[in-house]
Protein backbone atom coordinates (compact mmCIF):
# COMPACT_ATOMS: atom_id res chain seq x y z
CA UNK A 1 0.00 0.00 0.00
CA UNK A 2 1.38 3.68 -0.67
CA UNK A 3 2.44 5.23 1.64
CA UNK A 4 1.53 8.43 3.83
CA UNK A 5 4.16 10.49 3.45
CA UNK A 6 3.33 13.64 1.82
CA UNK A 7 4.32 13.44 -2.08
CA UNK A 8 5.64 17.09 -3.25
CA UNK A 9 3.47 18.38 -6.38
CA UNK A 10 4.11 16.95 -9.73
CA UNK A 11 5.43 20.29 -10.69
CA UNK A 12 8.05 19.96 -7.74
CA UNK A 13 8.61 16.14 -8.80
CA UNK A 14 9.02 17.14 -12.85
CA UNK A 15 11.27 19.98 -11.87
CA UNK A 16 13.47 17.98 -9.49
CA UNK A 17 15.10 15.33 -12.51
CA UNK A 18 17.16 16.77 -15.30
CA UNK A 19 15.53 15.26 -18.29
CA UNK A 20 18.12 13.23 -20.65
CA UNK A 21 19.18 14.71 -24.02
CA UNK A 22 16.72 13.85 -26.13
CA UNK A 23 18.60 12.89 -29.25
CA UNK A 24 20.37 9.91 -26.91
CA UNK A 25 16.74 8.41 -25.89
CA UNK A 26 15.83 8.60 -29.97
CA UNK A 27 19.06 6.58 -31.08
CA UNK A 28 18.31 4.56 -27.83
CA UNK A 29 14.92 3.63 -30.29
CA UNK A 30 16.72 3.09 -33.33
CA UNK A 31 16.32 6.79 -34.55
CA UNK A 32 18.94 8.38 -37.03
CA UNK A 33 19.83 11.83 -35.71
CA UNK A 34 18.80 13.39 -39.10
CA UNK A 35 15.32 11.75 -38.82
CA UNK A 36 14.64 13.35 -35.26
CA UNK A 37 13.98 17.65 -35.09
CA UNK A 38 15.04 19.22 -32.09
CA UNK A 39 12.46 21.61 -30.29
CA UNK A 40 15.09 22.41 -27.78
CA UNK A 41 16.88 19.40 -25.72
CA UNK A 42 13.84 17.75 -23.84
CA UNK A 43 11.40 17.19 -26.73
CA UNK A 44 11.66 16.62 -30.64
CA UNK A 45 9.69 15.02 -33.57
CA UNK A 46 10.32 12.37 -35.32
CA UNK A 47 10.39 12.44 -39.28
CA UNK A 48 7.96 10.21 -41.36
CA UNK A 49 10.86 9.22 -43.09
CA UNK A 50 12.70 7.99 -40.01
CA UNK A 51 9.55 5.99 -39.06
CA UNK A 52 8.87 4.05 -42.30
CA UNK A 53 13.05 3.26 -42.03
CA UNK A 54 12.29 1.94 -38.42
CA UNK A 55 9.37 -0.12 -39.27
CA UNK A 56 11.17 -1.83 -42.42
CA UNK A 57 13.93 -2.60 -40.15
CA UNK A 58 12.40 -3.92 -36.72
CA UNK A 59 10.56 -6.26 -35.61
CA UNK A 60 7.17 -4.77 -34.11
CA UNK A 61 6.65 -4.64 -30.08
CA UNK A 62 3.52 -5.97 -27.98
CA UNK A 63 0.66 -3.46 -28.02
CA UNK A 64 -1.07 -3.24 -24.67
CA UNK A 65 -4.19 -0.18 -24.00
CA UNK A 66 -5.11 1.20 -20.81
CA UNK A 67 -8.31 1.96 -20.03
CA UNK A 68 -10.65 1.91 -16.76
CA UNK A 69 -13.50 1.98 -14.78
CA UNK A 70 -16.59 4.44 -15.02
CA UNK A 71 -14.33 7.55 -13.13
CA UNK A 72 -14.50 9.88 -10.53
CA UNK A 73 -14.49 13.21 -11.10
CA UNK A 74 -11.30 13.28 -9.64
CA UNK A 75 -9.88 10.53 -12.41
CA UNK A 76 -9.16 7.57 -11.44
CA UNK A 77 -4.99 7.81 -12.00
CA UNK A 78 -5.06 6.12 -15.67
CA UNK A 79 -2.56 8.15 -17.72
CA UNK A 80 -0.43 8.34 -14.24
CA UNK A 81 -0.99 4.12 -14.12
CA UNK A 82 0.22 4.40 -18.34
CA UNK A 83 3.45 6.34 -17.48
CA UNK A 84 4.27 3.85 -13.97
CA UNK A 85 3.54 0.77 -15.91
CA UNK A 86 6.02 1.71 -19.12
CA UNK A 87 8.73 2.65 -15.79
CA UNK A 88 7.78 -0.90 -14.30
CA UNK A 89 8.51 -2.42 -17.30
CA UNK A 90 11.60 -1.08 -18.43
CA UNK A 91 13.04 -1.61 -14.42
CA UNK A 92 12.28 -5.66 -15.96
CA UNK A 93 14.81 -4.88 -18.74
CA UNK A 94 12.08 -4.17 -21.44
CA UNK A 95 12.52 -1.62 -24.30
CA UNK A 96 9.51 -0.02 -23.12
CA UNK A 97 8.52 3.02 -24.77
CA UNK A 98 4.82 5.32 -23.87
CA UNK A 99 2.37 6.51 -26.28
CA UNK A 100 -0.21 9.00 -24.69
CA UNK A 101 -1.95 12.15 -26.34
CA UNK A 102 -1.46 15.63 -25.77
CA UNK A 103 -3.87 17.57 -22.90
CA UNK A 104 -6.47 20.09 -24.08
CA UNK A 105 -5.99 23.58 -22.38
CA UNK A 106 -9.73 23.55 -22.07
CA UNK A 107 -9.41 20.66 -18.94
CA UNK A 108 -5.98 22.43 -18.16
CA UNK A 109 -7.25 25.82 -17.20
CA UNK A 110 -10.63 24.13 -16.12
CA UNK A 111 -11.18 21.03 -13.78
CA UNK A 112 -8.74 18.27 -14.78
CA UNK A 113 -5.86 19.92 -14.70
CA UNK A 114 -2.84 18.34 -16.93
CA UNK A 115 -2.58 14.93 -18.06
CA UNK A 116 1.21 14.35 -18.04
CA UNK A 117 0.89 11.46 -14.99
CA UNK A 118 1.56 12.70 -11.77
CA UNK A 119 4.03 11.89 -9.04
CA UNK A 120 6.97 9.46 -9.88
CA UNK A 121 5.21 8.62 -12.86
CA UNK A 122 4.85 11.10 -15.57
CA UNK A 123 6.11 12.99 -18.74
CA UNK A 124 8.76 15.56 -18.42
CA UNK A 125 8.85 18.34 -19.24
CA UNK A 126 5.80 18.90 -17.43
CA UNK A 127 5.19 22.25 -18.45
CA UNK A 128 5.75 21.72 -22.20
CA UNK A 129 3.23 18.44 -21.61
CA UNK A 130 0.47 20.11 -20.44
CA UNK A 131 0.76 23.81 -22.37
CA UNK A 132 1.77 24.50 -25.88
CA UNK A 133 4.40 21.57 -26.44
CA UNK A 134 5.52 21.82 -30.42
CA UNK A 135 2.51 23.78 -31.30
CA UNK A 136 0.44 21.31 -33.28
CA UNK A 137 -3.06 21.65 -31.28
CA UNK A 138 -2.73 25.74 -32.44
CA UNK A 139 -2.37 23.84 -35.85
CA UNK A 140 -5.07 21.71 -35.60
CA UNK A 141 -7.22 24.93 -34.77
CA UNK A 142 -6.17 27.21 -37.56
CA UNK A 143 -6.88 24.52 -40.54
CA UNK A 144 -9.93 23.86 -38.81
CA UNK A 145 -10.90 27.82 -38.65
CA UNK A 146 -9.16 28.37 -42.33
CA UNK A 147 -12.04 25.83 -43.52
CA UNK A 148 -14.51 27.62 -41.94
CA UNK A 149 -13.47 31.06 -43.12
CA UNK A 150 -13.49 29.40 -46.46
CA UNK A 151 -17.11 28.63 -46.35
CA UNK A 152 -18.68 31.74 -45.15
CA UNK A 153 -16.06 33.42 -48.09
CA UNK A 154 -17.68 31.32 -50.90
CA UNK A 155 -21.44 32.46 -49.90
CA UNK A 156 -20.47 35.80 -49.51
CA UNK A 157 -18.48 35.97 -52.99
CA UNK A 158 -21.48 34.44 -55.19
CA UNK A 159 -21.97 30.74 -54.05
CA UNK A 160 -21.24 29.32 -57.09
CA UNK A 161 -21.71 25.46 -55.03
CA UNK A 162 -25.04 26.56 -54.09
CA UNK A 163 -23.93 25.71 -50.60
CA UNK A 164 -27.75 26.03 -48.49
CA UNK A 165 -26.55 28.46 -45.93
CA UNK A 166 -29.01 27.01 -43.16
CA UNK A 167 -27.07 23.60 -43.89
CA UNK A 168 -23.52 24.67 -42.48
CA UNK A 169 -21.99 21.82 -40.86
CA UNK A 170 -18.87 22.91 -39.88
CA UNK A 171 -18.36 25.08 -36.27
CA UNK A 172 -15.36 26.86 -35.46
CA UNK A 173 -13.14 26.23 -32.70
CA UNK A 174 -10.73 27.16 -29.88
CA UNK A 175 -8.91 25.32 -27.38
CA UNK A 176 -10.57 26.80 -24.24
CA UNK A 177 -13.63 26.11 -22.23
CA UNK A 178 -15.99 28.33 -23.44
CA UNK A 179 -19.58 27.80 -22.64
CA UNK A 180 -20.48 31.02 -24.41
CA UNK A 181 -19.46 30.12 -27.64
CA UNK A 182 -21.84 26.89 -27.70
CA UNK A 183 -24.06 29.19 -29.97
CA UNK A 184 -23.15 32.50 -31.97
CA UNK A 185 -24.01 34.18 -34.54
CA UNK A 186 -21.74 35.35 -36.63
CA UNK A 187 -22.05 37.77 -39.89
CA UNK A 188 -23.67 40.64 -38.04
CA UNK A 189 -23.29 44.45 -39.01
CA UNK A 190 -23.00 45.79 -42.10
CA UNK A 191 -23.23 43.87 -45.88
CA UNK A 192 -19.07 43.80 -45.73
CA UNK A 193 -19.15 41.81 -42.70
CA UNK A 194 -20.88 38.61 -44.69
CA UNK A 195 -24.15 37.12 -43.72
CA UNK A 196 -26.42 36.55 -40.68
CA UNK A 197 -26.14 33.23 -39.40
CA UNK A 198 -26.49 31.23 -36.80
CA UNK A 199 -23.14 28.45 -35.75
CA UNK A 200 -20.85 27.90 -32.79
CA UNK A 201 -18.03 26.84 -31.29
CA UNK A 202 -16.37 23.29 -30.25
CA UNK A 203 -13.19 22.75 -28.07
CA UNK A 204 -10.00 22.12 -30.88
CA UNK A 205 -9.65 18.65 -29.52
CA UNK A 206 -13.11 17.50 -30.72
CA UNK A 207 -12.43 18.85 -33.92
CA UNK A 208 -12.60 16.10 -37.19
CA UNK A 209 -9.26 17.52 -38.00
CA UNK A 210 -7.97 16.39 -35.07
CA UNK A 211 -9.45 12.91 -35.45
CA UNK A 212 -7.81 12.57 -38.94
CA UNK A 213 -4.69 13.74 -37.72
CA UNK A 214 -4.64 11.08 -35.03
CA UNK A 215 -5.50 7.90 -37.50
CA UNK A 216 -4.23 9.02 -40.30
CA UNK A 217 -1.06 6.93 -41.88
CA UNK A 218 1.27 9.62 -43.51
CA UNK A 219 0.53 13.20 -44.95
CA UNK A 220 -0.96 12.08 -48.39
CA UNK A 221 -3.36 10.32 -46.31
CA UNK A 222 -4.12 13.39 -43.81
CA UNK A 223 -4.28 14.76 -47.26
CA UNK A 224 -6.80 12.90 -48.83
CA UNK A 225 -9.25 12.81 -45.52
CA UNK A 226 -8.97 16.23 -45.21
CA UNK A 227 -10.45 16.55 -48.88
CA UNK A 228 -13.45 14.43 -47.79
CA UNK A 229 -14.37 16.43 -44.89
CA UNK A 230 -18.15 17.14 -45.65
CA UNK A 231 -18.78 20.96 -44.70
CA UNK A 232 -22.23 21.83 -45.85
CA UNK A 233 -24.66 20.31 -48.15
CA UNK A 234 -26.01 22.07 -51.32
CA UNK A 235 -29.36 23.29 -51.50
CA UNK A 236 -30.19 19.78 -53.32
CA UNK A 237 -29.17 17.97 -50.16
CA UNK A 238 -25.49 16.91 -51.76
CA UNK A 239 -22.52 17.55 -49.49
CA UNK A 240 -19.50 20.03 -50.13
CA UNK A 241 -16.37 18.75 -49.32
CA UNK A 242 -13.06 20.49 -48.50
CA UNK A 243 -12.01 19.27 -51.91
CA UNK A 244 -15.43 20.90 -53.55
CA UNK A 245 -14.25 23.90 -51.40
CA UNK A 246 -10.65 24.43 -52.70
CA UNK A 247 -8.96 24.55 -48.91
CA UNK A 248 -7.69 21.01 -48.43
CA UNK A 249 -4.88 21.45 -49.67
CA UNK A 250 -3.90 24.91 -47.23
CA UNK A 251 -5.50 22.94 -44.47
CA UNK A 252 -2.57 20.34 -44.98
CA UNK A 253 0.15 22.35 -45.41
CA UNK A 254 -0.74 23.84 -41.84
CA UNK A 255 -0.70 19.93 -40.67
CA UNK A 256 3.08 19.11 -42.35
CA UNK A 257 5.08 19.40 -39.17
CA UNK A 258 1.42 18.83 -37.03
CA UNK A 259 2.15 14.85 -38.41
CA UNK A 260 5.09 14.31 -36.82
CA UNK A 261 4.81 12.92 -33.57
CA UNK A 262 6.58 14.75 -30.40
CA UNK A 263 9.02 12.54 -28.76
CA UNK A 264 9.34 13.28 -24.86
CA UNK A 265 10.47 11.26 -21.94
CA UNK A 266 9.66 9.80 -18.23
CA UNK A 267 10.85 10.58 -15.09
CA UNK A 268 13.03 7.77 -15.65
CA UNK A 269 14.27 8.63 -18.77
CA UNK A 270 12.20 6.36 -20.90
CA UNK A 271 11.07 7.30 -24.30
CA UNK A 272 7.40 8.70 -24.52
CA UNK A 273 5.39 9.73 -27.55
CA UNK A 274 2.77 12.38 -27.31
CA UNK A 275 0.87 13.25 -29.89
CA UNK A 276 -2.37 14.22 -30.65
CA UNK A 277 -5.36 14.56 -28.09
CA UNK A 278 -8.95 13.95 -29.76
CA UNK A 279 -11.36 13.79 -26.24
CA UNK A 280 -12.89 10.45 -25.23
CA UNK A 281 -16.12 11.52 -24.80
CA UNK A 282 -16.52 13.02 -27.50
CA UNK A 283 -14.10 11.86 -30.51
CA UNK A 284 -12.36 8.51 -30.65
CA UNK A 285 -9.87 9.04 -27.36
CA UNK A 286 -6.81 7.65 -28.15
CA UNK A 287 -3.10 9.15 -29.48
CA UNK A 288 -2.36 8.67 -32.72
CA UNK A 289 -1.47 5.58 -35.37
CA UNK A 290 1.69 6.91 -36.68
CA UNK A 291 3.05 7.50 -32.53
CA UNK A 292 2.17 3.89 -32.15
CA UNK A 293 3.77 2.96 -35.58
CA UNK A 294 6.90 4.58 -34.31
CA UNK A 295 7.01 3.50 -30.64
CA UNK A 296 6.13 -0.33 -31.94
CA UNK A 297 9.01 -0.54 -34.05
CA UNK A 298 11.65 0.78 -31.84
CA UNK A 299 10.28 -1.31 -28.22
CA UNK A 300 9.85 -4.70 -27.14
CA UNK A 301 6.34 -3.64 -25.46
CA UNK A 302 4.68 0.00 -26.00
CA UNK A 303 1.87 0.91 -23.31
CA UNK A 304 -0.88 3.20 -24.87
CA UNK A 305 -3.77 4.94 -23.19
CA UNK A 306 -7.37 4.92 -24.04
CA UNK A 307 -9.90 7.97 -22.92
CA UNK A 308 -11.84 7.63 -19.95
CA UNK A 309 -13.58 3.80 -19.30
CA UNK A 310 -13.44 1.13 -21.44
CA UNK A 311 -17.29 1.35 -23.20
CA UNK A 312 -15.33 4.90 -24.10
CA UNK A 313 -11.81 5.24 -25.29
CA UNK A 314 -11.45 1.16 -25.34
CA UNK A 315 -13.82 0.56 -27.50
CA UNK A 316 -12.77 2.74 -29.76
CA UNK A 317 -9.50 2.14 -29.84
CA UNK A 318 -10.53 -1.17 -30.85
CA UNK A 319 -13.34 -0.66 -33.57
CA UNK A 320 -12.08 2.60 -34.94
CA UNK A 321 -8.45 3.02 -34.33
CA UNK A 322 -7.77 -0.45 -34.71
CA UNK A 323 -9.76 -1.00 -37.61
CA UNK A 324 -7.80 1.96 -39.51
CA UNK A 325 -4.60 0.97 -38.50
CA UNK A 326 -4.96 -3.00 -39.12
CA UNK A 327 -2.28 -3.10 -35.51
CA UNK A 328 -3.59 -5.66 -33.15
CA UNK A 329 -3.24 -5.30 -29.65
CA UNK A 330 -2.02 -8.10 -27.42
CA UNK A 331 -3.62 -7.05 -23.69
CA UNK A 332 -5.53 -4.47 -22.02
CA UNK A 333 -4.93 -2.72 -18.30
CA UNK A 334 -8.07 -2.06 -16.50
CA UNK A 335 -7.10 0.78 -13.62
CA UNK A 336 -9.47 0.48 -10.59
CA UNK A 337 -9.85 2.14 -7.74
CA UNK A 338 -10.91 1.29 -3.75
CA UNK A 339 -12.39 5.02 -4.12
CA UNK A 340 -13.90 4.59 -7.31
CA UNK A 341 -15.62 1.62 -7.12
CA UNK A 342 -16.86 2.95 -3.33
CA UNK A 343 -18.87 5.41 -4.98
CA UNK A 344 -20.13 2.85 -7.28
CA UNK A 345 -20.98 1.21 -4.28
CA UNK A 346 -23.22 3.64 -3.10
CA UNK A 347 -21.16 5.65 -0.81
CA UNK A 348 -20.20 8.89 -0.74
CA UNK A 349 -19.93 11.77 -2.75
CA UNK A 350 -16.99 12.92 -5.22
CA UNK A 351 -16.81 16.54 -6.46
CA UNK A 352 -14.06 18.07 -7.95
CA UNK A 353 -12.25 20.56 -6.42
CA UNK A 354 -13.53 20.00 -2.99
CA UNK A 355 -12.24 17.53 0.14
CA UNK A 356 -12.72 13.72 -0.17
CA UNK A 357 -16.49 12.81 1.22
CA UNK A 358 -15.41 11.36 5.01
CA UNK A 359 -17.41 7.96 3.89
CA UNK A 360 -15.13 7.52 1.22
CA UNK A 361 -12.21 7.70 3.69
CA UNK A 362 -13.63 4.85 6.00
CA UNK A 363 -12.99 1.11 5.80
CA UNK A 364 -15.45 -0.82 3.49
CA UNK A 365 -15.06 -3.82 2.00
CA UNK A 366 -18.93 -4.18 1.26
CA UNK A 367 -19.00 -1.05 -0.58
CA UNK A 368 -15.88 -2.07 -3.05
CA UNK A 369 -17.54 -5.49 -3.35
CA UNK A 370 -21.07 -3.62 -4.63
CA UNK A 371 -19.00 -1.19 -6.72
CA UNK A 372 -17.05 -4.08 -8.40
CA UNK A 373 -20.42 -4.87 -10.60
CA UNK A 374 -18.83 -1.96 -12.46
CA UNK A 375 -15.17 -3.14 -12.79
CA UNK A 376 -16.73 -6.41 -13.62
CA UNK A 377 -18.83 -5.04 -16.89
CA UNK A 378 -15.42 -3.38 -17.93
CA UNK A 379 -13.65 -6.93 -17.60
CA UNK A 380 -16.50 -8.37 -19.61
CA UNK A 381 -16.10 -5.33 -22.41
CA UNK A 382 -12.60 -5.90 -23.05
CA UNK A 383 -13.43 -9.80 -23.78
CA UNK A 384 -16.00 -8.94 -25.87
CA UNK A 385 -12.63 -7.72 -28.42
CA UNK A 386 -11.00 -11.30 -27.28
CA UNK A 387 -9.00 -9.50 -25.17
CA UNK A 388 -7.31 -10.23 -22.08
CA UNK A 389 -7.47 -7.85 -19.17
CA UNK A 390 -4.97 -7.30 -15.91
CA UNK A 391 -6.42 -5.23 -13.87
CA UNK A 392 -3.96 -2.32 -12.26
CA UNK A 393 -5.30 -1.31 -8.65
CA UNK A 394 -4.42 1.84 -8.42
CA UNK A 395 -3.12 2.14 -4.56
CA UNK A 396 -4.39 5.56 -2.28
CA UNK A 397 -2.68 5.90 1.49
CA UNK A 398 -6.33 5.79 2.26
CA UNK A 399 -6.85 1.83 0.77
CA UNK A 400 -7.27 -0.86 3.71
CA UNK A 401 -6.01 -4.24 2.79
CA UNK A 402 -9.46 -5.01 3.46
CA UNK A 403 -10.58 -3.08 0.23
CA UNK A 404 -7.70 -4.15 -1.89
CA UNK A 405 -8.45 -7.59 -1.57
CA UNK A 406 -12.04 -7.22 -2.31
CA UNK A 407 -11.28 -5.42 -4.99
CA UNK A 408 -8.86 -8.21 -6.54
CA UNK A 409 -11.04 -11.02 -5.28
CA UNK A 410 -13.91 -9.40 -7.72
CA UNK A 411 -11.72 -9.02 -10.32
CA UNK A 412 -10.33 -12.18 -10.34
CA UNK A 413 -13.83 -13.39 -10.20
CA UNK A 414 -15.19 -11.45 -13.49
CA UNK A 415 -12.65 -12.98 -15.50
CA UNK A 416 -9.25 -10.88 -15.20
CA UNK A 417 -6.30 -12.15 -15.66
CA UNK A 418 -4.46 -10.95 -12.76
CA UNK A 419 -5.29 -8.08 -10.14
CA UNK A 420 -2.32 -6.38 -9.25
CA UNK A 421 -1.28 -3.46 -6.71
CA UNK A 422 0.88 -0.41 -7.92
CA UNK A 423 2.13 2.12 -5.94
CA UNK A 424 3.61 3.70 -8.90
CA UNK A 425 2.36 7.50 -7.76
CA UNK A 426 4.92 7.23 -4.87
CA UNK A 427 7.57 4.60 -5.87
CA UNK A 428 7.36 5.18 -9.61
CA UNK A 429 8.39 2.22 -11.84
CA UNK A 430 10.03 0.45 -8.80
CA UNK A 431 5.93 0.70 -7.05
CA UNK A 432 4.90 -1.16 -11.04
CA UNK A 433 7.39 -3.95 -11.05
CA UNK A 434 4.58 -6.54 -10.07
CA UNK A 435 2.05 -4.86 -12.25
CA UNK A 436 4.41 -5.04 -15.14
CA UNK A 437 5.16 -8.60 -15.11
CA UNK A 438 1.47 -9.79 -14.89
CA UNK A 439 0.92 -7.19 -17.99
CA UNK A 440 4.31 -8.86 -19.89
CA UNK A 441 3.12 -12.36 -18.86
CA UNK A 442 -0.31 -11.56 -20.69
CA UNK A 443 1.00 -9.72 -23.66
CA UNK A 444 3.37 -12.34 -24.09
CA UNK A 445 0.40 -14.78 -24.47
CA UNK A 446 -1.67 -11.98 -26.94
CA UNK A 447 -5.35 -11.74 -28.16
CA UNK A 448 -5.09 -14.36 -30.96
CA UNK A 449 -8.95 -14.18 -31.07
CA UNK A 450 -9.12 -10.27 -31.54
CA UNK A 451 -12.35 -9.53 -33.05
CA UNK A 452 -14.15 -6.12 -33.86
CA UNK A 453 -17.33 -5.41 -32.38
CA UNK A 454 -19.64 -4.92 -35.80
CA UNK A 455 -18.72 -4.93 -39.73
CA UNK A 456 -18.03 -2.85 -41.60
CA UNK A 457 -21.22 -3.36 -43.84
CA UNK A 458 -23.84 -3.18 -41.08
CA UNK A 459 -26.34 -0.37 -41.20
CA UNK A 460 -25.36 2.45 -38.97
CA UNK A 461 -28.68 2.31 -36.74
CA UNK A 462 -27.57 -1.50 -36.17
CA UNK A 463 -23.95 -0.55 -35.19
CA UNK A 464 -25.27 2.27 -32.64
CA UNK A 465 -27.45 -0.42 -31.10
CA UNK A 466 -24.37 -3.11 -30.76
CA UNK A 467 -22.65 -0.61 -28.91
CA UNK A 468 -25.37 0.70 -26.61
CA UNK A 469 -27.07 -3.17 -25.34
CA UNK A 470 -23.45 -5.18 -25.64
CA UNK A 471 -20.81 -2.72 -24.13
CA UNK A 472 -23.00 0.03 -22.42
CA UNK A 473 -25.52 -2.91 -21.08
CA UNK A 474 -28.86 -0.99 -22.56
CA UNK A 475 -31.78 -2.38 -23.64
CA UNK A 476 -32.35 -0.85 -26.69
CA UNK A 477 -31.41 2.97 -28.40
CA UNK A 478 -33.98 5.72 -28.67
CA UNK A 479 -32.56 7.75 -31.98
CA UNK A 480 -34.66 11.41 -31.72
CA UNK A 481 -36.37 12.50 -35.39
CA UNK A 482 -32.84 14.48 -36.10
CA UNK A 483 -31.35 11.78 -35.35
CA UNK A 484 -33.20 9.17 -37.92
CA UNK A 485 -33.23 11.74 -40.49
CA UNK A 486 -29.04 12.27 -40.36
CA UNK A 487 -28.98 8.33 -39.96
CA UNK A 488 -31.28 8.05 -43.36
CA UNK A 489 -29.01 11.25 -45.30
CA UNK A 490 -25.66 9.36 -44.36
CA UNK A 491 -26.13 5.93 -45.62
CA UNK A 492 -27.94 7.96 -48.49
CA UNK A 493 -25.06 9.82 -49.16
CA UNK A 494 -22.80 6.29 -49.23
CA UNK A 495 -21.54 7.00 -45.70
CA UNK A 496 -23.29 3.17 -44.13
CA UNK A 497 -20.18 1.57 -44.18
CA UNK A 498 -18.03 3.86 -41.55
CA UNK A 499 -17.70 3.06 -37.88
CA UNK A 500 -19.49 4.49 -35.12
CA UNK A 501 -17.87 6.83 -32.53
CA UNK A 502 -20.36 7.24 -29.06
CA UNK A 503 -20.07 10.37 -27.92
CA UNK A 504 -21.70 10.69 -24.41
CA UNK A 505 -20.59 10.68 -20.32
CA UNK A 506 -17.55 9.27 -19.21
CA UNK A 507 -19.18 8.80 -15.63
CA UNK A 508 -21.56 6.36 -16.14
CA UNK A 509 -21.87 3.11 -18.22
CA UNK A 510 -24.87 4.65 -19.36
CA UNK A 511 -25.82 8.13 -21.10
CA UNK A 512 -26.85 9.52 -17.63
CA UNK A 513 -23.66 10.34 -15.03
CA UNK A 514 -26.04 9.76 -12.49
CA UNK A 515 -27.13 5.78 -13.15
CA UNK A 516 -23.63 4.73 -10.89
CA UNK A 517 -22.42 0.97 -10.87
CA UNK A 518 -23.99 -1.63 -13.51
CA UNK A 519 -27.19 0.24 -14.45
CA UNK A 520 -30.11 -1.77 -16.13
CA UNK A 521 -33.22 -1.10 -17.86
CA UNK A 522 -32.28 1.68 -19.40
CA UNK A 523 -32.10 3.08 -23.26
CA UNK A 524 -29.77 5.32 -24.76
CA UNK A 525 -31.17 8.26 -26.46
CA UNK A 526 -29.56 9.53 -29.47
CA UNK A 527 -30.38 13.23 -30.10
CA UNK A 528 -28.32 13.87 -33.42
CA UNK A 529 -25.59 12.23 -35.31
CA UNK A 530 -22.77 14.20 -37.10
CA UNK A 531 -20.66 12.88 -39.87
CA UNK A 532 -16.75 12.82 -39.97
CA UNK A 533 -16.51 11.80 -43.11
CA UNK A 534 -12.66 12.41 -43.59
CA UNK A 535 -11.54 11.11 -40.06
CA UNK A 536 -14.08 8.00 -40.96
CA UNK A 537 -16.38 7.83 -38.68
CA UNK A 538 -19.94 9.29 -37.88
CA UNK A 539 -21.04 10.02 -33.56
CA UNK A 540 -23.98 9.80 -32.39
CA UNK A 541 -24.71 12.30 -29.49
CA UNK A 542 -26.15 10.50 -26.69
CA UNK A 543 -28.16 12.34 -24.08
CA UNK A 544 -26.67 15.61 -22.93
CA UNK A 545 -23.29 15.91 -24.26
CA UNK A 546 -22.12 18.75 -25.23
CA UNK A 547 -18.63 19.76 -27.56
CA UNK A 548 -17.91 22.32 -26.14
CA UNK A 549 -16.89 22.38 -22.30
CA UNK A 550 -17.72 25.18 -19.54
CA UNK A 551 -15.55 26.22 -16.93
CA UNK A 552 -16.10 25.08 -12.78
CA UNK A 553 -17.02 28.24 -10.70
CA UNK A 554 -13.68 28.10 -9.72
CA UNK A 555 -11.56 27.31 -12.73
CA UNK A 556 -8.01 25.77 -12.16
CA UNK A 557 -6.61 28.93 -14.26
CA UNK A 558 -7.23 30.91 -11.10
CA UNK A 559 -3.58 28.71 -9.28
CA UNK A 560 -1.98 29.27 -12.67
CA UNK A 561 0.51 32.03 -12.25
CA UNK A 562 4.13 33.10 -13.19
CA UNK A 563 6.89 33.78 -10.32
CA UNK A 564 9.31 36.54 -10.23
CA UNK A 565 11.92 34.28 -11.59
CA UNK A 566 9.44 33.45 -14.99
CA UNK A 567 8.30 29.89 -13.75
CA UNK A 568 5.07 28.29 -13.70
CA UNK A 569 3.37 27.68 -10.72
CA UNK A 570 0.27 26.04 -9.66
CA UNK A 571 -0.06 23.83 -12.69
CA UNK A 572 -1.10 20.14 -11.44
Known sequence: MASSTAVPSDLEIARSVAPRPILQIARELGLRDDEVELYGNAKAKVTLAGIERLERERPRGKYVVVTGTSPTPLGEGKSTTTVGLAQGLQRLGLRATVAIRQPSLGPVFGIKGGAAGGGYSQVIPMEDFNLHLTGDVHAIGAAHNLAAAFIDNHIYHGNQLGIDARSVLWPRVVDISDRALREVVVGLGAKENGYARQTGFIITVASEVMAILAL?????????????????????????????????????????????????????????????????????????VIADRVALAGSDIVVTEAGFGSEMGAEKFFDIKCRTSGLRPDAA??????????????????????????????????????????????IENVHAFGVPAVVAINVFPTDTREEIAALRQAALEAGAEDAVESNHFVDGGKGAQHLARAVWAAAQRGAPDFRLLYPDHAPLREKIETIATRIYGADGVDFLPAAERALA???????????????????????????????TGFRIPVRDVSLSAGAGFVTPLCGDMRTMPGLPSRPGGERIDIDADGNVVGLF
Open 333 to 378: VIVATVRALKMHGGVGTIVAGKPLDPALLANDPAAVTRGAANLAKH
Open 489 to 519: RYEEMGFGHLPVCMAKTQYSLSHDPSLLGRP
Open 216 to 288: ASDLADVRARLGRIVLATRRDGTPVTAEDLKVAGAMAVLLKDAIKPNLMQTLEGGPAFVHCGPFGNIAHGNSS
